[in-house]
């Protein structure tokens, strides 16, 4: 877990380094970590004592001081990981979702929803799912299971099959179909104006769409002391917002 200012100052370069408690490590050099900036690289991994902690490993954390990132992390179990951090790009689904596919490619992919129906337990279910997200873009997970009377959970897990191969997209509430996605399926692609807004919470995204800002050219127009004033949008919120709009 890494907070949103400090993602945005990996991105930046500012940050390169980060400090866990861990019994055991979670990660190993090469792992690439998806996150609101896109791709964050492992670079290094070696356990330190927390003593031999200082200010440049404190600022090059993202941290105010050497005080504060000891303090964040006593009281936890386990020895100190110091793990070094990269940005590695954007998020290669990103670049995927937005691709109109070739013939080739088309017919390839729905070979492979084939693959999926034909391994279900529960029956042929690809292209249902696709066709529930288009027909409603942005509704909850529970409701979309629920028309199809299916577990919540069992239901996301499939959609995040679908995502991996940039046929859909998460949004804050719900999915929506990708250009990708409406190729495969065969209808229409969704309508694309303007940048998506970053990833910013579900209470959040229900203040900024009824406020009527849906891309972050809309939200350009306000100032960050006016969004903030939306009810639902906190500080979190705000500083994905903020990063995003390079204020």
Not at 166 to 171: A, D, I, K, R, V
């Amino acid at each position: 877990m890494i907070r949103p200012a400090v993602l945005a100052a990996v991105r930046d370069g500012e940050v390169d380094l980060a400090f866990r408690r861990w019994e055991r490590p979670r990660v190993r050099v090469g792992t690439r970590l998806r996150t609101a900036v896109g791709l964050v690289e492992v670079t290094s991994l070696e356990q330190v004592a927390a003593s031999s902690l200082t200010a440049a490993d404190a600022a090059r954390a993202g941290a105010a001081s050497v005080a504060e990132l000891r303090d964040a992390l006593a009281g936890r179990p386990g020895p100190v990981w110091r793990i070094g951090l990269a940005h590695a790009g954007p998020d290669p689904r990103e670049a995927l979702r937005a691709t109109v596919p070739t013939e080739a490619e088309v017919v390839e992919l729905r070979a492979w929803l084939d693959r999926l129906d034909r391994a279900s337990s529960y029956g042929a279910w690809t292209r249902q799912a696709l066709a529930l997200i288009d027909e409603f873009p942005g509704r909850r997970a529970p409701e979309l299971a629920e028309i199809v009377g299916r577990p919540t959970p069992e239901f996301k897990t499939d959609v995040r099959k679908l995502k991996e191969k940039g046929l859909t997209e998460s949004l804050d509430i719900g999915y929506r179909l990708s250009v990708r996605g409406a190729a495969v399926l065969g209808v229409p692609p969704p309508e694309v104006g303007g940048t998506p807004l970053p990833k910013v919470g579900a209470p959040a995204s229900r203040a900024l769409t009824a406020a009527g800002v849906r891309t972050l050219e809309q939200a350009a127009a306000w100032s960050l002391d006016d969004l903030a004033a939306l009810h639902g949008v906190g500080p979190v919120a705000l500083e994905r917002l903020r990063a995003a709009l390079g204020r």
